[in-house]
């Protein structure tokens, strides 16, 4: 019988430990150190997240970053190009395969989690669902954007839930995409984005009992080593921020 999912509600203050956080839980969990894994957090800054494989200068207006102090990272996952901070809340899944029947098929992962997700996060006022490949959103407006990254015998998926999104922000620093889902059409960020209407603790708490999560843990020793580790080695170095 397979553990339950343990939860871990967790925030660094630094933007790049946040992200390495997310892959050290990949790591962990695919080599049998760590349970399965839901995480949850929200960065007290903003910062600007590239997805792995896109170009820093195609998706960000480093002038401005620059001038406003607005640190660019890039996380280990592929998709698009978001800004971090109060208002979005963001949460991880790290699962052995075994644990979500079906994951080892991309789409059929994404389709199990995305509609779970949409489920839980469903109200009386608004219905959420799935859009475009790996998007939630309410009445066409997109709600949360996610991303996987996948090893041997286990896969992340994570994504952020937007409840107060600074979208005046986020046109500020985020360029204008070029590849678009085909639910978003022309629209600018203000025409596209939306917001759940929950709290981050009800969003928590729906997560938790949608993916049957339990025994809050703590984050521990090799967690705590390994974010140090992908800090030192990748996350804090140019050569991957801007290896594009």
């Not at 820093?56 to 620059?66: A, H």
Request: proline share 5%.
């Amino acid at each position: 019988m397979t553990a339950p999912i343990q939860t871990l509600d967790y925030t660094f203050d630094l933007p790049n430990f946040n992200l390495a956080l997310d892959e050290a839980l990949l790591e962990g969990v695919d080599a049998g150190i760590l349970p399965d894994t839901l995480r949850f957090w929200e960065s007290p800054v903003r910062f600007v997240v590239l997805g792995s494989a896109q170009g820093v200068e195609d998706e960000v207006d480093t002038l401005r970053c620059g001038i406003d102090g607005i640190p660019v990272t890039r996380r280990c996952s592929a998709g698009g190009c978001v800004l971090q901070g109060p208002g979005c809340l963001n949460y991880a899944l790290a699962l052995r395969y075994d644990t979500l029947p079906g994951s080892r098929d991309l789409h059929c992962s994404y389709a199990s989690v995305l509609d779970a997700l949409a489920a839980a996060l469903s109200t009386d006022v608004d219905t959420v669902v799935r859009a475009g490949i790996s998007d939630l959103a309410i009445g066409g407006r997109k709600v949360s954007g996610n991303a996987q990254r996948r090893k041997r015998n286990a896969f992340l998926h994570h994504g952020t839930l937007l409840y107060a999104p600074d979208i005046q922000a986020i046109a500020r620093y985020i360029r204008e995409p070029e590849d678009r889902p085909d639910y978003r059409g022309n629209r600018t960020h203000e025409a596209f984005l939306g917001r759940l209407l929950l709290t981050p603790a009800e969003m928590r708490q729906r997560l938790a009992r949608a993916f049957g999560a339990e025994n809050n843990r703590d984050l521990n020793p090799w967690e705590q080593e390994m974010v140090q580790r992908l800090v030192r080695e990748k996350y804090s170095r140019n050569a991957w921020v801007r290896r594009r």
